[in-house]
T-cell receptor
Framework: QKEVEQNSGPLSVPEGAIASLNCTYS??????FFWYRQYSGKSPELIMS????GDKEDGRFTAQLNKASQYVSLLIRDSQPSDSATYLC???????????FGSGTKLNVKP | EAQVTQNPRYLITVTGKKLTVTCSQN?????MSWYRQDPGLGLRQIYY???????DKGDVPEGYKVSRKEKRNFPLILESPSPNQTSLYFC???????????FGDGTRLSIL
């Protein structure tokens, strides 16, 4: 079983819509959660970090964490074509000093 | 400017010819990692280092070596590269495993 699972997509949404990206993780001691955006051939760049249950908003982005369900999501409001990229979910396991990444969800925002 | 610098960005080489990919960070981070990224498999951790002279295996360490003699540098060594090590490699650094990572621009490695 993979440590972090994401739907590979592609997820297609029209411009201006809300894109919802989901991620589940298997390690119950995971303590830090991250969403990265990666354009083709480029390095991952951090969008959001979240550490406690609930929602965290930053501009058009909202991260949601539910530790009981081992589930973390990213909502992108008012999606733009420039949001078209692969979104990587990552978890940090502090006790083991390790990070695990999902395989990423490819998002296509259509003009 | 805070950055992680990897070199080279691209490398084509042949099986068995030792190579080193360098990584340097200017953020005084203690934690550094190497990842490889393959289609459909996401980022997989090869090795990581918690501090100078402290390294540990990630999930796919076979065929790789690392060293951490200085805090800012964390080179990845392939002593006898093989075609299955053809991949996109990223170096990353962070203040700790509860903090986000900063990634280098990547090294695209092709082993023929």
């Amino acid at each position: 079983q993979k440590e972090v699972e994401q739907n590979s997509g592609p997820l297609s949404v029209p411009e201006g819509a809300i894109a919802s990206l989901n991620c589940t993780y298997s390690d119950r001691v995971s303590q830090s959660f991250f969403w990265y955006r990666q354009y083709s051939g480029k390095s991952p760049e951090l969008i959001m970090s979240i550490y406690s249950n609930g929602d965290k908003e930053d501009g058009r982005f909202t991260a949601q964490l539910n530790k009981a369900s081992q589930y973390v999501s990213l909502l992108i409001r008012d999606s733009q074509p420039s949001d078209s990229a692969t979104y990587l979910c990552a978890v940090g396991v502090y006790n083991f000093n390790k990070f695990y990444f999902g395989s990423g969800t490819k998002l296509n925002v259509k003009p | 400017e805070a950055q992680v610098t990897q070199n080279p960005r691209y490398l084509i080489t042949v099986t068995g010819k030792k190579l080193t990919v360098t990584c340097s960070q200017n953020m005084n981070h203690e934690y550094m990692s190497w990842y490889r990224q393959d289609p459909g498999l996401g980022l997989r951790q090869i090795y990581y280092s918690m501090n100078v002279e402290v390294t540990d295996k990630g999930d796919v360490p076979e065929g790789y070596k690392v060293s951490r003699k200085e805090k800012r540098n964390f080179p990845l060594i392939l002593e006898s590269p093989s075609p299955n090590q053809t991949s996109l490699y990223f170096c990353a650094s962070t203040a700790g495993s509860n903090q986000p990572q900063h990634f280098g621009d990547g090294t695209r490695l092709s082993i023929l």
